[in-house]
């Protein structure tokens, strides 16, 4: 084609935004793509329709963004995670666009309703919680910020399950997020990467060649990002996998049909679920293999990207930075490596100073648990020659840490790439510091807790190379679309500033001296409570305090301390004391298939909001209300309606929590341990608009240490609850339903509940009692708001670029 050509007719493309031709646009999709008409389309129909004539909108945009990439003009983000909550799309889209009210005005004048739409979009569950929802909320604020960014991940045919609860119990039901299609996605036809597993390593006069004996391939899908107040629009590119070869031929001709196919049902299994972070990474081959496959294909792409730009894989690190969201993907440290000197020739001193310089990596947990390891023997198997560059790293590694602290063989066997304890592992956390040239945690308690005890040794080698960016949440779905109604308020008093700049929220401190302005605050977060009451069926009245915990489900999260204190004022009413402050207490969460404490926690929530719903008494003031199948959307429904956040995670164990930063943004106070970024909060919005509770992370070590059993624990309240649970008073009669989580509790209480308990529940007393000044709680709910703007993402990435990117 000729340039002059092409651009005589990009003449004819303009798309105008009026809500005329919006709505041709939109007839257009339905008779040209979807081959539908009036009459017959469906809701979903509207919506594809919708979303395409959207998507052409950014298509502009999103070209722009791409040549940016490809002339390696500025140093490009590779951020490489295997997660991405990313939410419903349409309503983001449309706000970054700044067209909703043309859209509104569009589907009126068709008779249909743009909040229905909305509504209808079905979320891509692409992670399991925190994690991924960080990760998209870092994708919106690299656009909004015009910071050249590419989202690598793995495009799962099936998500995050899909939670239903029977009979109070959670039953997991297969995420099929795209059987009604996904109209964001662009699929890349043109590439395509090769992926290897398993087979031998060959020298040929000295130099190594990896013979894999599978080849699985990986291919493409695109979902652009598009900054807010900007026209940068940057991609999340989610690879699938796909088989080398459909058919095996050899197979096929013997006539065993069945085989022919069996190979490719095999390599496209890679992509076909997400891992939804059971207790333990170890024995999960299918795992490991999604890790290697998503990273192999990223950086054969980050390469090509740069070369296709006329660079040279030693300008590798000037034009990109890898950012590891986590180990999953740590791979990239060998492949990299791999990459460099088997493919490209390079020497080991040369790759290895290109990873160092472009490899950077964030750690989101302490739990040993959740520390991803790998035993050797499979990770030999699946990867002979990456294995080789690991043990050369270590070889090297355990040099320079010999050489700064000779004779010491704790420290060699501490810090060893290879773990020695049991059977030998590859330990990912540590080959990601190594080879990173900075390492961050995720708040600033978190960061000191990481250089302290899980990556101790390594601080002290190279103290220069840790420090901390405290996560952010972005303002732009979790404030300015999630509640519409706070929005306005806060933007006819102060401009619509703030969404791009959330600093600028400290300029409702002083209305927060203004009865009127408090007035309207109050009306905002009561419309929106009762929004969701009429949206969850009227379950609950919307007067009474709403207290919720939305979170994955887990021990150290303490749902459990939560339910405590419920049955604690189930029992305080029953035994006829007055309860003066009415409480719905909201809890959402998911647990892990396999996790069965977490299982048990969510039942016994149900259990007792039915002894609530059953004693004519309770009811009147207290309702536990459990939200299934908690989601980006259905947070977004939750967030803007809560009055009180609860935070209530044992010290020391939640990395940061963000769940925390999106409560406070919607005028939530916080009931709070201090952990994670809880602490950075306290500071923020001043100790006396938090309601803080509970040991710190020192005393819970020290009382570890000193040897804590629960049994030492002497408290009536909480003998009460626990008694009522195990009398079955919240399983109809059965005894035995809740028996083990009442005998963990008594006998090892790993998380600390009973010795928070009295804590917790006399914060709760402090709670009730600040809630009868609803003026003052105003109050304080503006102040959070105005004093929480450095929990915007758009601040964490910043951080980012002066810590650890060196834009
Ligand atoms: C989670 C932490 C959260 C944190 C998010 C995002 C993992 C491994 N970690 O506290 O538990 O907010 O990461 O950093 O999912």
Known sequence: MTERGYIAAMDHLELRDDPESIARDLV???????????????????????????????????????????????????????????????????????IEDEVRGALRGLGLSYDELVEHEEEPGLGNGGLGRLAACYMDSLATLDISAVGYGLRYEFGIFDQQIRDGWQVERTDRWLRKGNPWEIRRYEIEHEVGFAGRVEWHEGAPKWIPDRIVNGVPYDTPVAGYGTTRTNFLRLWSASAAEDFDLDAFQVG???????????????????????????????????????????????????????????????????????????????????LLIDVHGLT???????????????????????????????????????????????????????????????????????????????????????????????????????????????????????????????????????????????????????????????????????????????????????????????????????????????????????????????????????????????????????????KLIIRLAHGIADAIDADPRARELLRVVFVPDFSVKVAQRIYPA?????????????????????????????????????????????????????????????????????????EAELSRALDLIAAGTFSGGDRDMFAPLVWDLRERDPFLVCADFRAYVDCQRRVDAAWRVPAAWTRSSILNVARAGRFSSDRSIRDYVRLIWNL
């Open 642 to 714: 809560a009055d009180l956040s609860e935070q209530i995670s044992t010290a020391g164990m939640e990395a940061s929590g963000t769940g925390n930063m999106k409560f406070t943004l919607n005028g939530a106070l916080t009931i709070g341990t201090l952990d994670g970024a809880n602490v950075e909060i306290r500071d923020a919005v001043g100790g006396e608009h938090f309601f803080l509770f509970g040991m710190t992370a020192e005393e819970v070590l020290a009382r570890k240490r000193a040897g804590y059993h629960p049994r030492d624990v002497h």
């Open 256 to 338: 065993e049909y069945w085989r022919a196919v069996d190979a490719k049902i095999r390599s496209e299994n890679l992509t076909k679920v997400l891992y939804p972070n059971d207790s333990s990474p170890a024995g999960k081959q299918l795992r490991l293999e999604q890790e290697y496959f998503f990273v192999s294909c990223s950086l054969q792409d980050a390469i090509r990207l740069l070369q296709i730009g006329g660079a040279s894989v030693r300008e590798l690190p000037e034009l990109l930075a890898i950012q590891l969201n986590d180990t999953h993907p740590a791979l990239a440290v060998p492949e990299l490596m791999r």
């Open 348 to 598: 080991w001193d040369e790759a290895w100073a290109i990873t160092h310089r472009a490899v950077a990596y964030t750690n989101h947990t302490l739990l040993p648990e959740a520390l991803e390891t790998w035993p050797l023997p499979l990770f030999e198997h699946l990867l002979p020659r990456h294995l080789q560059i690991i043990f050369e790293i270590n070889r090297r590694f355990l040099d320079e840490v010999r050489a700064k602290f000779p004779g010491d063989a704790a420290r060699l066997r501490r810090m060893s790439l290879i773990g020695e304890d049991g059977d030998r592992q590859v330990r990912m956390a540590y080959l990601a510091t190594v080879a990173s040239h900075r390492v961050n945690g995720v708040a600033e308690l978190h960061s000191r807790l990481l250089r302290e005890t899980v990556l101790r040794d390594f601080a002290e080698l190279w103290p220069e190379r840790f420090t901390n960016v405290t996560n952010g949440v972005t303002p732009r779905r979790f404030v300015a679309l999630a509640n519409p109604k706070l929005s306005e308020l806060v933007t006819e008093a102060i401009g619509d500033g703030w969404i791009r700049n959330l600093d600028q929220l400290r300029e409702l401190e002083p209305l927060a001296e203004d009865r009127a302005f408090c007035e309207r605050w109050a009306k905002v977060k009561l419309a929106n409570k009762t929004a969701l009451a009429t949206h969850l069926g009227g379950r609950f009245d919307p007067a009474a305090m709403l207290d919720a915990q939305c979170k994955r489900i887990h021990e150290y999260k303490r749902q459990h301390l939560n339910l405590l204190h419920v049955i604690t004022l189930f029992d305080r009413i029953r035994r006829g004391e007055q309860l003066a402050t009415p409480r719905t207490i909201v809890l959402a969460g998911k647990a892990a298939p396999a996790y069965r404490a977490a």
């Open 28 to 98: 257009a999709k339905l008779h040209f793509e979807l081959a539908k008409f009036e009459g017959v389309a469906t809701t979903n129909d509207h919506f594809l329709a919708l979303a395409y004539a959207v998507r052409d909108r950014m298509m502009n945009r999103w070209v722009h963004g791409a040549r940016a990439v490809l002339e390696n003009k500025q140093r490009t983000i590779a951020y490489l995670s295997a997660e991405y909550l990313i939410g419903p799309q349409l309503g983001s889209n449309v706000q970054a666009l700044g």
